[in-house]
């Protein structure tokens, strides 16, 4: 098949091409790649071109089986993504875990009335009067070892804060 044969019957058959992969991949810009990367090959294999009978049906096939190419790699193109998304919320989860793990054990260590303090307040919920009448303190005392225990897990816990 010559280069104008080419032009006459291929270009001829382009726009009902676009059309077809566009209803299947629902995509413009994959349709258009998708077509132009079958009448690349299409080119590169006019000579045996000449032999096929119903040329429309073979171009619309040709177009059809990219198309397919190219849903499958989309699939596992989602596919990788989902298990990367899933290996980095597990890995994050572990990370949270291990940080968790490490300020409980940075709680224990604190004064007994500032652990005390922080472990009523801020993993209980209470407020600072139930907090008072609990450990038998002023409220301005409570609220001074929230504090002072906050700022020791604040210095202990900076480096992690910063690279979240």
Known sequence: MTSSEFEKLIIQQKDKMYRFAVSILKNSEDAQDT?????????KNRRSLDRKKNLESYC???????????????????????????QSMVESN??????????KKEILKLPDQQRLAIELKDLQGLDYEEISTIMEQSITSIRASVSRGRKKL???FKEEIANV
């Open 60 to 86: 619309l096939n040709a177009v059809r089986n990219r198309c397919f190419d190219v849903l499958r790699k989309q699939k596992h193109r989602q596919e990788y993504q989902k298990t990367m998304d899933y």
């Open 154 to 156: 604040y210095e202990i």
């Open 94 to 103: 572990i990370e949270y875990t291990d940080l968790v793990e490490k300020l």
């Open 35 to 43: 077509v132009q990367e079958v009448v690349l090959q299409l080119w």
